[in-house]
């Protein structure tokens, strides 16, 4: 059996580059040189974006398998390139792999970062990679490519544009609260078996996101370009937060327009936490948070695709950044989170 | 004052973001979106290299100041990018920090990046901040810029080309060699100073390296367009095979025209290394190593500029690799040095 330090980093490069295929045009040059090559043509912009991942702080290789992670750690970032209103077309993935891991294990790493790179026709075209001393280092970086003037920005958003999201929010959270449940339960007795039956949706969401390219080809075919966009990566409240900070704008969004899918409802009510709280704070779920003209949003409903939801609206910045629930009061949304309002608040 | 906890990850980007003057005409957007933006034109390539440096395994905290750090982790990227004859325009870094380093710290790791940046005219335009469990991690994609047909592969040399090398090699090994005798010394002598007078050159070809953007910019000048290229960054020898295997040819090099500067010479001496052995294996030079046409060789006497080392010539493939010794003998090149003939070599 061959072993990482038998193949050493060039052959370790060598059997990666072997199961590569170029299939972007705009590939030019793989691996194999100084620099991969990319073409570009006139009137388009690119986009790039990059992402680094590390053991012990942004996965747990006890609960999360090693090619789950590859294409996860490929889908964020492609999801960063959606946020843009651009398309994916290249990657470069680097690593650190420390003496436990195996070259079976580097494999299944490589065979999800390909097949993220297969489904979404995205090319590896470099990287580096290297010994470590301590776990795993996963650095991503993705380049995309839109035509100038149909890029969407964070500090786009204007009064009385929609605000749509689109997907269901939170069950990525809910997923990665299953997963830290079994493994306390599985850490106390090692017969047991992990229940995660009834529960596929939101590990799913948790362990295998996936970038919503499907969603910038949809704009295109409609011919809507987002005043703003980001992908949901923090949760909806910080993102929401993020684009009415540099658009300089307020909002209102309503608690009962929120798509929350039925297991994470489930779910959170068995562990006590409100789906909205999940749905607001959650993160990990890679849906595009984005704003619309009003004048736009026909266009969604007469064309059949991805389904999208209207939650809200962007209003004037003296109107605050407001949560509407469903008895109807209202909430200061919070980075993390929201606040009830109260009238003597000192920190407005 | 203030810590890295107290500041956020969104604060230390804040902090980063706020010291950034974007120079480059091509830079659209830098940080603060999903993406950062890069404009294209027709007839332009884009060239894109990674590196990943991990603590304990690429440098040593001990002798290399977090300051050097930076800077050089920037220069050896935009070195790929200058192997390609292209201009480096562009770079994301991001950086995985453990609780062991302040503020400060981070502060002088990216006065280092932008020095570097400023130097080359490069923009920092993304990248990521997360803490780590142990040590330091950086991983920099540098981004740059050539007309399409410009561009040097490793894969273009051809019979009777000339190996030209762009300055000094060795010394930046040395210069380790150095560093690694002197920290060995204060380890077992807390009192002592570290020798160092009369090696400031073969250490700062250590700490400091430069890209060489100016023989990409003076080839322009002259009008050649190396028919292959690489850096030296893992040794003369190491670079040539590559350059040999991809072009499927052999080569001859001449021990007398390497360039060796004095100082490496004199640290040799000390250390009782050869110094063909240290310019062959040694690395980290940073120079550039490339093939030019005969005709094109008059055109670098006949103009001023930085100096250009021609080191041998390409030869067919069935001829080998080897250098010529100064006494006249032949040894065969390999990835990590070279060896002398013998007839019976079972290994050819």
Sequence with gaps: MESIESLGEFGLIKRIAKTITIKQPTTKKGIGDDCAVI????????????????????????????????????????????????????????????????????????????????????????????????????????????????LSYRDGAHENDIICVSGNLGAAYMGLQLLEREKKVLHGDKTSQPELKGYEYILERQLKPEPRTDVVDFLEKIGVVPTSMMDVSDGLSSELMHICTQSDKGCRIYEDKIPIHEQTRKMCEELSINPIVAALNGGEDYELLFTIKQEDYQKFQSTPGPEIYAIGYVCDKDKGRRLITTGGDEAELQAQGWRFFSSNTSDK
């Design 39 to 150: 073409d570009t043509t006139a009137d388009n912009l690119k986009v790039v974006t990059t992402d680094l991942l590390l053991e012990g702080i942004h996965f747990d290789l006890t609960y999360c398998p090693l090619k789950h992670l590859g294409y996860k750690a490929v889908a964020v970032n492609l999801s960063d390139v959606c946020a843009m209103n651009a398309r994916p077309q290249q990657i470069t993935v680097s690593i650190g792999v420390s003496g436990k891991f195996t070259l079976k294990a580097i494999d299944d790493l490589y065979d999800g970062i390909r097949a993220a790179c297969d489904r979404y026709g995205v090319d590896l075209v470099g990287g580096d990679t290297t010994s470590s001393l301590t776990g795993l280092t996963i650095s991503i970086t993705a380049i995309g490519e839109q035509r100038t003037g149909k």
